[in-house]
């Protein structure tokens, strides 16, 4: 069964840090383009960062380049998003999706992927 399990959410006040893990089961993420994505109460969900699946490539969205840097583990079929110097606007819930067929000048962009993971919640407040 192919799952996306998302972790390490949670309340962090501002200027705090964070890590997420995006943990894969049922296939492995060596081969897939990854993307963070974030939604708010009210909002759409936007992209944040993605990673691809030949050489590693990053693409960030605006609002988080130079905070947020997201990384994958093969051996351990996780990827990660650390996110320093939190502000109360990137709260939200968090969700990493996957796509082996993704073209990754559209990763951050759209959220068309085939595969989400259900989200983990990051607070930033005092």
């Known amino acids: 069964q192919v799952q996306l399990v998302e972790s390490g959410g949670g309340l962090v006040q501002p200027g705090g840090s964070l890590r997420l893990s995006c943990a894969a089961s049922?296939?492995?993420?060596?081969?897939?383009?990854i993307g963070w994505f974030r939604q708010a109460p009210g909002k759409e969900r936007e992209g944040v960062s993605c990673?691809?699946?030949?050489?590693?490539?990053?693409d960030y969205a605006d609002s988080v380049e130079g905070r947020f840097t997201i990384s994958r583990d093969n051996a351990k079929n996780t990827v990660y998003l650390q996110m320093n110097s939190l502000k109360p606007e990137d709260t939200a819930v968090y969700y990493c999706?996957?796509?082996?067929?993704?073209?990754?000048?559209?990763?951050?962009?759209?959220?068309?992927?085939?595969?989400w993971g259900q989200g983990t919640q990051v607070t930033v407040s005092s």
């Open positions: 999706a996957a796509d082996q067929s993704k073209l990754f000048k559209l990763c951050v962009s759209s959220s068309k992927y085939n595969y």
């Open positions: 049922g296939f492995t993420l060596d081969y897939y383009v």
């Open positions: 990673i691809s699946s030949l050489d590693g490539s990053t």
